[in-house]
């Protein structure tokens, strides 16, 4: 059974950080493109960055301020947020996505406001 848990989300001030975490087991983890996505009320779902080995990708929106990392070692992959606006509020879900075989998990708060 695949699971993809989520951790980290809150309330936090303009110009604060948070760290999403997502643990995931049930699959082999390293081989897995792993992503954060969010979706905002009233808006699609995003995809906000994704990394496979070393190799990273973000939307411009959170480029130069949103770090991802993983460590396959605990099969966990990371969001570090930086410098957070009230436009990056949402919930932020991870994905992890291999040829056919896509997973979320449930999802997690992240709300910018002063």
């Known amino acids: 059974q695949v699971q993809l848990v989520e951790s980290g989300g809150g309330l936090v001030q303009p110009g604060g950080s948070l760290r999403l975490s997502c643990a995931a087991s049930g699959i082999n983890f390293k081989f897995y493109v792993m992503g954060w996505y969010r979706q905002a009320p009233g808006k699609q779902r995003e995809l906000v960055a994704s990394i496979i080995s070393s190799i990273t990708n973000y939307v411009d929106s959170v480029e130069g301020r949103f770090t991802i990392s993983r460590d396959n070692a605990k099969n966990t992959v990371y969001l570090q947020m930086n410098s957070l606006k009230p436009e990056d509020t949402a919930v932020y879900y991870c994905?992890?996505?291999?040829?056919?075989?896509?997973?979320w998990g449930q999802g997690t708060q992240v709300t910018v406001s002063s």
């Open positions: 994905n992890a996505r291999l040829a056919t075989a896509n997973y």
